[in-house]
């Protein structure tokens, strides 16, 4: 059993920390998931909606994907609320 692509996809970023959706999407392919460009749009857009990436456009027809770093929270602010 496969993992779902939106782990996999997220996990091959954690790695890269940043790549475009061309990588992004021949990284995939290669590992032997069948993903088309509107399902990478999907997963995508899914782990932008979650903050845990972020899409940029860098050309016309390219995008850079970056995994989005999250500060380490604060003890403190934890035990005043």
Excluded: Q
């Amino acid at each position: 059993m496969r993992a779902p692509l939106k782990f996999t996809a997220y996990e091959w970023l954690k790695e890269e920390k940043s790549a475009s959706d061309e990588e992004l999407l021949a990284a995939l392919n290669k590992n032997g998931n069948k993903c088309s460009v509107n399902e990478l749009n999907k997963v995508l857009m899914h782990l932008e909606i979650l903050g845990l990436v972020s899409i940029r456009w860098i050309a016309k027809e390219k995008r850079r994907i970056e995994v989005v770093e999250k500060p380490p929270e604060d003890p403190l602010k934890s035990r005043a609320s």
